[in-house]
């Protein structure tokens, strides 16, 4: 079946130090790749996604993520978060079916950032 | 403000009430779908409606349904609610052809006791 893992589901960092979080999808053909995130009590904001191109993809507030296709995997990056980075952070892919487009997500992967 | 509005935004049901969630979009989207989120469980597809006058089943449909009113609207009805289908809900359009992304609502919080 088709699926997206990640791999942490909690992940508990300083204040300065590096991120990544790890995602993997279980699909042979063509994907869209996308990076969530959910701040406390709101709702899903896009942070960066992939369609084509540079597989290294720049999104918002510094994170990044890069896309491996011979590994199935799309890891999000941040070289040094801050406390207000505590969130939520979903990893979902694309997957076209015989009736259309839908989005398909991961478990999601819960940060704590501490002073 | 552009977007996807979803109602209401809490709700309380005892079980075997029903209700209809609503859901509008003023993008001009094809596509339209519901998730729930589930602590531990990411979210999950309930319904979509890859264009109007079409819906599909996700990976959780049991005990929704679901009604693609017009290119706008998108409900999905609880006919008789379980303690199970206690959730956040949301809803949710795109494009259609994959690569226009996803726009979000801001989610229904649900109890059913």
């Known amino acids: 079946a088709q699926s997206v893992s990640q791999h942490n589901h909690h992940v508990i960092l300083s204040e300065a130090a590096s991120l990544e979080l790890g995602c993997n999808y279980s699909y042979g053909g063509t994907v869209n790749l996308f990076w969530y995130v959910q701040y406390p009590g709101q709702h899903l904001q896009l942070l960066l996604k992939y369609f084509s191109g540079d597989p290294l993809v720049k999104g918002i507030k510094g994170f990044e993520a890069e896309f491996i296709k011979s590994k199935f995997s799309f890891n999000l990056r941040k070289p040094s978060v801050q406390w207000s980075d505590t969130a939520e952070y979903f990893c979902a892919v694309d997957l076209d079916s015989n009736s259309g487009y839908a989005l398909n997500f991961g478990k999601g992967t819960s940060l704590l950032v501490t002073p | 403000n552009a977007g996807v509005t979803q109602t209401p935004k809490f709700q309380v049901l005892k079980t075997g009430q029903s209700m209809t969630l609503q859901c509008a979009q003023d993008?001009?989207?094809?596509?339209m779908y519901w998730y729930r989120q589930d602590p531990g469980m990411g979210l999950r597809l309930i319904y979509y409606?890859?264009?109007?006058?079409?819906?599909d089943k996700g990976e959780v449909p049991n005990g929704y349904n679901v009604s693609r009113l017009n290119k706008r609207e998108f409900s999905l009805r609880l006919e008789s609610a379980a303690p199970s289908q206690t959730s956040v809900y949301f809803c949710?359009?795109?494009?259609?052809?994959?690569?226009?992304?996803?726009?979000f609502g801001s989610g229904t919080r649900l109890t059913v006791v």
């Open positions: 409606s890859a264009s109007e006058g079409t819906t």
């Open positions: 949710a359009s795109s494009g259609g052809a994959g690569n226009y992304g996803y726009t």
């Open positions: 993008m001009n989207h094809n596509s």
